[in-house]
Nanobody, 121 residues
Framework: QARQVESGGGLVQPGESLRLACDTS????????MGWFRQAPGKQREAVAL???????NYATSVKGRFTISRDNGRAAVYLQMDSLEPEDTAVYYC???????????????WGQGTQVTVSS
C-alpha cells in the first residue's frame, strides 16, 4: 500500500525559507509523477507543484519563482524548497501521486498526515 510521510514544516517569518521532504513507500517511485499540495484553514486543498518522471515541473501561479520541487529516485523521496515565504503560504502541506501532470487533477493515494507550515511575524 502506498504511503507518504511529510516532514520539515515549522514556524518562520515572512521572507524566510523552508525545505519540506516526503518519504514514500509502496510506490514504484521512478515511474511516478509526484506532487506537493497544501490546505489552508477554511480552504480546499490545492496543488502547489508537480514533477514528472523526467524531471519536468509544473507550479501553481502563486508559488512560481519561489518554490522548487525536486525528487530523489534512489531515496523514493520528493522535496519542496520554499523561499521568500509569505503569510499566504501558511497551510498544511502534503505530498501525493497525481494521476497526471496537470495541476488540480486527481491523486492516486490516500493522504498522509501532512506537515504544518506557518509564516508569521
Amino acid at each position: 500500500q502506498a504511503r507518504q510521510v511529510e516532514s520539515g514544516g515549522g514556524l518562520v517569518q515572512p521572507g524566510e525559507s523552508l525545505r519540506l521532504a516526503c518519504d514514500t513507500s509502496g510506490i514504484i517511485f521512478s515511474h511516478a509523477i509526484m506532487g506537493w499540495f497544501r490546505q489552508a484553514p477554511g480552504k480546499q486543498r490545492e496543488a502547489v507543484a508537480l514533477i514528472t518522471t523526467t524531471g519536468t515541473t509544473n507550479y501553481a501561479t502563486s508559488v512560481k519563482g519561489r518554490f522548487t520541487i525536486s525528487r530523489d529516485n534512489g531515496r523514493a523521496a520528493v522535496y519542496l524548497q520554499m523561499d521568500s515565504l509569505e503569510p499566504e503560504d501558511t497551510a498544511v502541506y502534503y505530498c501525493n501521486q497525481p494521476l497526471t501532470a496537470q495541476l488540480g487533477g486527481p491523486v492516486l493515494n490516500q493522504w498522509g498526515q501532512g506537515t504544518q507550515v506557518t509564516v508569521s511575524s
